[in-house]
């Protein structure tokens, strides 16, 4: 199949590295590049952890390999309302897990970034992609191949700024503050923040021996105040021993519009967080990734085949935005609060047979594939 020209794939987190391995298994010339001088993100963020839902093995009968070197079981959590602490466990038909982002050999990224490289497909760190026109200056091969494959570049570049604004796809912007730490514990943990120092959540979290802490508001710059309750919080409930919270700079999301969810632009293949493929209330974006570079990866053979699954996928997008931007304007301590709290006091009662069909609604693509 290589005569059909090299794919290159911008960005080299979940997302494009699981495109990566698909098109290389099947035998393509595949490039990624990242602008990073290692896999892993950026060195100010990772190494980090993050939780998501997932059924494992439908993900990984999907994807065609095996996700679980990179996973780590998450059997519970906490979730905060208001400054009331409920213990909740996953039940065993809507597991959670842990994955650790970064360079670390024990992290998805490397894992995803040692299965392309032994399927054939070349990295290239340290190799940014700009803007649009750069976007568009990338080879399509030669002859035949350009005229017959003009979609052969996949757009993966995450939660940035910039990678919007390269593509010419709408976002809207993170604001927030985050810190990590190294812990003396293995196993994961997380807890969840609903509280009046912002709309949106925090949240605190660890695995593998590293933490990390993170408020964000989708609207407005987080106050001096939100941050310091926040904080104490972290450090003092949850005992993580961060030292400084700083600045979330360039954080972007794909919630300016209804349209955002979108398989293609103009002749990109967009995959991740870029393509609009995570909940619009909780930001689960890794169950989306991966799901996204399988289908980015169909695209180049199979476009009208990838857009249906690629809507069938996002078929929950458009309702849960409108729900949470109905809760953007009630007022929370009254329809948010108190509901909340007792949806959660009782949570033994129904978890066991309401968690999985509430993932299904919430997060892009959860039991569908």
Same mark, same amino acid.
């Given at each position: 199949m290589r005569e059909?020209?090299?794919?290159?794939? !911008?960005?080299?987190?979940?997302?494009?590295?699981?495109?990566?391995?698909?098109?290389?298994?099947?035998?393509?010339?595949?490039?990624?590049?990242?602008?990073?001088?290692?896999?892993?993100?950026?060195?100010?963020?990772?190494?980090?952890?993050?939780?998501?839902?997932?059924? !494992?093995?439908?993900? +990984?009968?999907?994807?065609?390999?095996?996700?679980?070197?990179?996973?780590?079981?998450?059997?519970?959590?906490?979730?905060?309302? @208001?400054?009331?602490?409920?213990?909740?466990?996953?039940?065993? +038909?809507?597991?959670? @897990?842990?994955?650790?982002?970064?360079?670390?050999?024990?992290?998805?990224? $490397?894992?995803?970034?040692?299965?392309?490289?032994?399927?054939?497909?070349?990295? #290239? !760190?340290? $190799?940014?992609?700009?803007?649009?026109?750069?976007?568009?200056?990338?080879?399509?091969? #030669?002859?035949?191949?350009?005229? $017959?494959?003009?979609?052969? !570049?996949?757009?993966?570049?995450?939660? $940035?700024?910039?990678?919007?604004?390269?593509? +010419?796809?709408?976002?809207?912007p993170l604001y927030g503050y985050f810190a990590k730490c190294r812990v003396p514990w293995k196993e994961a943990r997380v807890t969840v923040y609903f509280d009046d120092y912002t709309p949106d959540y925090a949240f605190t979290c660890s695995v593998n021996g590293i933490a990390f802490g993170l408020i964000f508001n989708r609207h407005r710059p987080i106050a001096r105040w939100e941050l310091e309750k926040f904080q104490e919080q972290a450090t003092e409930l949850d005992g993580y021993p961060f030292r400084k919270f700083m600045v979330l700079d360039g954080g972007a999301a794909p919630t300016r519009r209804f349209s955002n969810p979108r398989l293609y632009h103009g002749n990109l293949i967009l995959a991740g967080t870029l393509a609009g493929m995570m909940d619009p209330i909780l930001f689960f974006g890794m169950h989306g990734a991966f799901l996204s570079g399988k289908i980015a990866a169909m695209a180049l053979d199979d476009p009208v085949g990838a857009e249906r699954e690629f809507k069938r996928l996002n078929m929950t997008f458009k309702p849960v935005l409108a729900a949470k931007r109905l809760a953007d304007v009630i007022p929370r301590d009254i329809f948010i609060k108190y509901p909340a709290r007792v949806a959660l006091a009782l949570y033994p009662l129904y978890y066991r047979w309401a968690v999985r069909y509430a993932y299904m609604m919430n997060i892009s693509g959860y039991g569908r594939y």
């Open positions: 059909q020209g090299p794919v290159h794939i !911008v960005g080299a987190g979940l997302a494009g590295l699981t495109a990566a391995v698909i098109l290389a298994r099947k035998g393509r010339e595949v490039i990624v590049y990242e602008k990073g001088n290692r896999v892993g993100g950026l060195p100010i963020y990772n190494p980090s952890p993050h939780g998501t839902p997932m059924d !494992v093995e439908r993900m +990984n009968a999907y994807l065609g390999f095996d996700l679980r070197p990179g996973l780590v079981d998450l059997p519970d959590g906490i979730i905060s309302v @208001w400054g009331k602490r409920f213990k909740i466990k996953f039940p065993p +038909n809507a597991p959670a @897990w842990m994955i650790e982002r970064g360079p670390r050999r024990s992290s998805m990224d $490397h894992y995803l970034a040692d299965l392309a490289r032994e399927a054939g497909a070349r990295i #290239e !760190v340290g $190799h940014p992609v700009l803007d649009q026109e750069e976007l568009l200056r990338l080879p399509r091969g #030669e002859g035949e191949a350009a005229n $017959h494959f003009p979609r052969s !570049v996949i757009v993966a570049t995450g939660l $940035h700024v910039d990678g919007y604004q390269a593509a +010419n796809v709408p976002f809207q």
